[in-house]
């Protein structure tokens, strides 16, 4: 949370994470059991329409992940996955930058401040006019070009293939969490823990499902919708959402 007002808060292949992709060793039984305590999903946007939310066209905040597929059920969607897509300010207002059909409705914040969205680097999850899906540290954004969609967030958990440094391995600071990261074949992927996890344990899924960037989107306010995995929540109280529809 950053504050009190402040809530802190795709798809040819739907997996538990076992281990790293293309791993040459087998994962130990504590690396497994880690391993088994995250809900993975992974989309193409190339082939998969991947979209940002938040909120309705009479300007009112979708805000649960029950509505959101509601809402496009009336659209003739099919809302195969979705997730909180970041934190926000009282009245779900997204925290930081949102884009939605390349219009920006929330700016870019680059200011200092406290909390988990201002742990430099802090990032950007995007997707461009030609369908190509980045993560990057809020200072190299400006450098990207034809932004569809976008959303910040932060902390960045893994940058160019390193773990934030913040991150210690024995930390006592466990939470619901979840993130999103971009894998070299250009594939976005979803990570949500099933139970309380450390940063450093969710960034270090990330890593080994090959992600050289990756961002955190929120905590224990975090959902999932993935009825292929039966996997559905639909509560929620959200600023911006992520979904994949049909």
Not at 75 to 91: I, K, P, T, V, Y
Not at 208 to 214: D, I, K
């Amino acid at each position: 949370m950053l504050n009190r007002k402040v809530r802190t808060g795709c798809a040819w292949a739907v997996q538990m994470v076992l281990g790293g992709l293309g791993a040459c060793e087998p994962a130990t039984s504590t690396e497994s059991a880690v391993a088994a305590s995250f809900l993975t999903y992974t989309a193409d946007p190339g082939c998969q329409t991947v979209a940002l939310y938040w909120q309705d066209e009479a300007g009112q905040p979708l805000r649960s992940l029950g509505r959101l597929r509601d809402w496009l059920q009336q659209r003739g969607q099919e809302l195969e996955f979705a997730c909180n897509g970041g934190m926000f300010h009282a009245g779900n207002v997204p925290v930081g930058l949102f884009i939605e059909n390349g219009q920006v409705r929330t700016p870019l914040d680059t200011s200092r401040g406290r909390g988990n969205f201002y742990l430099r680097p802090n990032g950007v999850f995007y997707l461009t006019r030609q369908r190509r899906a980045g993560v990057c540290p809020t200072d190299s954004f400006a450098r990207v070009r034809q932004v569809q969609y976008a959303t910040q967030s932060g902390p960045m958990l893994i940058t160019n293939g390193h773990m934030h440094p913040a991150f210690q391995q024995r930390s006592g600071n466990r939470h619901i969490r979840n993130g999103v990261g971009v894998l070299p074949d250009g594939r976005v992927v979803w990570v949500m823990s099933r139970q309380k996890v450390t940063f450093y344990e969710l960034a270090q899924q990330f890593r080994q499902l090959g992600c050289r960037n990756a961002l955190y989107l929120d905590g224990y306010v975090s959902r999932t919708y993935l009825p292929a995995q039966n996997w559905r929540q639909t509560d929620g109280d959200f600023g911006v959402m992520i979904g994949v529809t049909e």
